[in-house]
């Protein structure tokens, strides 16, 4: 079994900064790409950013240059490093694994999932 288990939100104000942390354990051999998706009350998990074994990085649009990836040398933890938060950044954040070394946008690809973690910007 792997598991992913996110940590590091919280509530700030506009403006702010935050870094999530996700941690890899158990099976880590078979995620080699880690995605941050992020879900409101009502939608669909949208792609946020991902790093690929090799340290290839993708952005959504809505992030970039604001957001960024990151993982250590083991790759076993992965961050995502939030500056410049907004209002509407405000959600439940969740990391995803997969076996593949590349990333796909879309959260269905996506078989191992953490538990979320919830960040809100107040305006």
């Known amino acids: 079994q792997v598991h992913l288990r996110e940590s590091g939100g919280g509530l700030v104000q506009a403006g702010d900064s935050l870094r999530l942390s996700c941690v890899v354990s158990?099976?880590?051999?078979?995620?080699?790409?880690v995605a941050w998706f992020r879900q409101t009350p009502g939608n669909e998990r949208a792609f946020i950013a991902a790093?690929?074994?090799?340290?290839?990085?993708a952005y959504a649009d809505s992030v970039k240059g604001r957001f960024t990836v990151s993982r250590d040398n083991v790759k076993t933890v992965t961050l995502l490093q939030m500056n410049k938060l907004r209002p509407e950044d405000t959600a439940v954040y969740y990391c995803?694994?997969?076996?593949?070394?590349?990333?796909?946008?879309?959260?269905?690809?996506?078989?191992?999932w953490g538990q979320g973690t919830q960040v809100t910007v107040s305006s």
């Open positions: 158990g099976q880590t051999f078979v995620v080699n790409t």
């Open positions: 790093i690929t074994h090799d340290d290839n990085v």
């Open positions: 995803a694994g997969v076996l593949a070394s590349r990333y796909y946008t879309d959260y269905a690809e996506y078989p191992y």
